[in-house]
């Protein structure tokens, strides 16, 4: 990684990059860490958050579905809606604690890893995989409309086994 992109694992930095305000102290208890992020993002620590934020955060750097993630919590025993999980996932993506990946119209990752990276797209497991090259750069931009800055870019690059 270079020193502009911090290491996933380094949640501290992470989160102070994040949210300059307020740092987190994580202690490596991923119940405490995850009331910390919660907080530190300016959100409340309810018991569906904590729980959801447990299967989350608990388990390192991951990409998941809300339905997957429904079904965690509901293996878990975690009493929650499908809707709560949606809802859940965005509140913590809009504050900065999960990043959203598209790969099509039908399907939507969050990743728990947010620092800048790619993913390559499985298409015969379904699963969305980092891309570990963190120098990967696109060579030539569009231009801008007026008006209009670049939020970020997401590549995403399917593969297939050969036939």
Known sequence: MSENNPPHNDEAALSASLHPGRQPALTGCPWHDVNEMLQAAGLRPTRQRMALGWLLFGKGARHLTAEMLYEEATLAKVP???????????????????????????????DTNVTTHHHYYLENSHELVDIPDPHLALSKMPDVPEGYEIARIDMVVRLRKKR
């Open 80 to 110: 929650v809606s499908l809707a709560t999980v949606y809802n859940t996932l965005n509140q913590l993506t809009d504050a900065g604690l999960l990043r959203q990946v598209s790969v099509d119209g039908t399907k939507t990752y969050f």
